[in-house]
């Protein structure tokens, strides 16, 4: 069975400050991995997704996530953060053609 | 494209009646699968369609969830008679293909509120 661990429900940092949401992974083979967004009011927005071809992934808005085998995680990071990231995020999980198995989100506030 | 349209956006019915949640996926998805986040606790799933046929509803939680999906394009999901505890924001998603690869085009989601 897959599952999903996001350390932190909230996190909180000041405006220009560097964004590292963590997000530890099990599955007992290859995995997919992804990470979704959700705006105030909106749906689920694919952020990027690790599909086993290079390990650190860019996606949208200036964030990306790097995969790392040894210690099963896929964090999300961005180098500033802007108030328009303000939002939960979520990491996401599959294997071959099993459901997205979601974790709990981590909701991220930015101070001006 | 259009992308994955729910509807309605937000439900408020009394505990006993019926809701019958509606979702459109993208043009061409074959796949379609439904979500659903009780509050405060992460986003579960339901159920997966593959064109008109149930490939896993493994994550329906009773049967007083039904969810359909003739002719292969829409979706409803019915829920009767609701209870309390299934309050929550249902979120229906499309993908083109089954592969662990394909991420999800999810909709906005359906805000079921039971009273």
């Known amino acids: 069975a897959q599952s999903v661990t996001q350390l932190g429900s909230h996190v909180s940092v000041s405006e220009g400050a560097l964004v590292l949401l963590r997000c530890n992974y099990s599955?007992?083979?290859?995995?997919?991995l992804f990470w979704y967004v959700q705006y105030p009011n909106q749906g689920l927005q694919l952020l990027l997704k690790?599909?086993?071809?290079?390990?650190l992934v860019k996606g949208i808005n200036g964030f990306e996530a790097e995969f790392k085998k040894s210690e099963t995680s896929f964090h999300l990071t961005k180098p500033s953060a802007h108030m328009s990231d303000a939002a939960e995020y979520f990491c996401?999980?599959?294997?071959?053609?099993?459901?997205?198995?979601f974790g709990k989100g981590t909701r991220l506030s930015v101070i001006a | 494209e259009a992308g994955v349209t729910q509807f309605p956006s937000h439900s408020v019915i009394e505990k006993g009646q019926t809701v019958t949640l509606r979702c459109d996926p993208i043009?061409?998805?074959?796949?379609l699968y439904w979500y659903r986040r009780v509050m405060g606790k992460e986003i579960k799933f339901l159920l997966h369609?593959?064109?008109?046929?149930?490939?896993?509803e493994s994550g329906m939680p009773n049967n007083r969830f039904l969810a359909e999906r003739t002719g292969g394009t829409y979706s409803t999901l019915k829920v009767q008679p609701a209870e309390l505890e299934d309050s929550g924001v249902y979120f229906c998603?499309?993908?083109?293909?089954?592969?662990?690869?394909?991420?999800?085009?999810f909709g906005s989601g359906t805000r079921l509120t039971v009273v």
């Open positions: 998603a499309s993908s083109q293909g089954t592969g662990g690869a394909y991420g999800y085009t």
């Open positions: 599955s007992s083979v290859p995995p997919y």
């Open positions: 690790y599909t086993s071809a290079a390990t």
């Open positions: 996401a999980v599959r294997s071959g053609n099993t459901p997205l198995v």
């Open positions: 043009s061409g998805h074959d796949n």
């Open positions: 369609f593959v064109k008109e046929s149930k490939q896993d």
